[in-house]
T-cell receptor
Framework: KQEVTQIPAALSVPEGENLVLNCSFT??????LQWFRQDPGKGLTSLLL?????REQTSGRLNASLDKSSGRSTLYIAASQPGDSATYLC???????????FGKGTMLLVSP | NAGVMQNPRHLVRRRGQEARLRCSPM?????VYWYRQLPEEGLKFMVY????????ESGMPKERFSAEFPKEGPSILRIQQVVRGDSAAYFC??????????????FGPGTRLTVL
């Protein structure tokens, strides 16, 4: 059974810092990995999807890497801003279908 | 192209009542997924449906919970005889028909169920 762990559970940084969020998964036989953002009381916004054949994906100040063999992914946020404050979730497909297994998330607070 | 729509956004029920949560997938999407987010816990998969078919319901509680995705209309998640432990945010996601690999899932804003 796939298990996804995210470290740290919470992170507080001053504006402008570069930061790294970590995600690990137990079953490396995955098709892809997604990073989501969740604002308080809101739904999920897909940030990046990395296919298993890729090693990284970039979108603006976000860069996500994937190392299937070690069961790890990182989300790098450059020059953090207060608007980046949210919970970041990583998720991988579980089993033969598209159902996703989520980590518990990293709650990020960026202070002005 | 409107995103995934869920209604109601907030639902309050008393213990023993029924809760019905609706989800309209994005246009062109034929796959619907329901997830539940309990307080202080991560999102957990509940059920995966295609039109008129339940593909995977391994995450659904065995009793009181049911889901459908009819040929016409939204997907419905039904919770009968609700208990306080059912209080949670329920999220629906949809994806287009997939090729060899699972596709991106697009999430709705969720329905927050409170059981008094």
């Amino acid at each position: 059974k796939q298990e996804v762990t995210q470290i740290p559970a919470a992170l507080s940084v001053p504006e402008g810092e570069n930061l790294v969020l970590n995600c690990s998964f137990t079953d490396s036989a995955i098709y892809n990995l997604q990073w989501f953002r969740q604002d308080p009381g809101k739904g999920l916004t897909s940030l990046l999807l990395i296919q298993s054949s890729q090693r990284e994906q970039t979108s603006g100040r976000l860069n996500a890497s994937l190392d299937k063999s070690s069961g790890r992914s990182t989300l790098y946020i450059a020059a953090s801003q207060p608007g980046d404050s949210a919970t970041y979730l990583c998720a991988v497909p579980d089993g033969g279908y598209s159902t996703l297994t989520f980590g518990k998330g990293t709650m990020l607070l960026v202070s002005p | 192209n409107a995103g995934v729509m869920q209604n109601p956004r907030h639902l309050v029920r008393r213990r023993g009542q029924e809760a019905r949560l609706r989800c309209s997938p994005m246009k062109g999407h034929s796959h619907v997924y329901w997830y539940r987010q309990l307080p202080e816990e991560g999102l957990k998969f509940m059920v995966y449906l295609q039109k008129e078919n339940i593909i995977d319901e391994s995450g659904m509680p065995k009793e009181r919970f049911s889901a459908e995705f009819p040929k016409e209309g939204p997907s419905i998640l039904r919770i009968q005889q609700v208990v306080r432990g059912d209080s949670a945010a329920y999220f629906c996601a949809s994806s287009p028909p997939t090729g060899p690999y699972p596709d991106t899932q697009y999430f709705g804003p969720g329905t927050r169920l409170t059981v008094l």
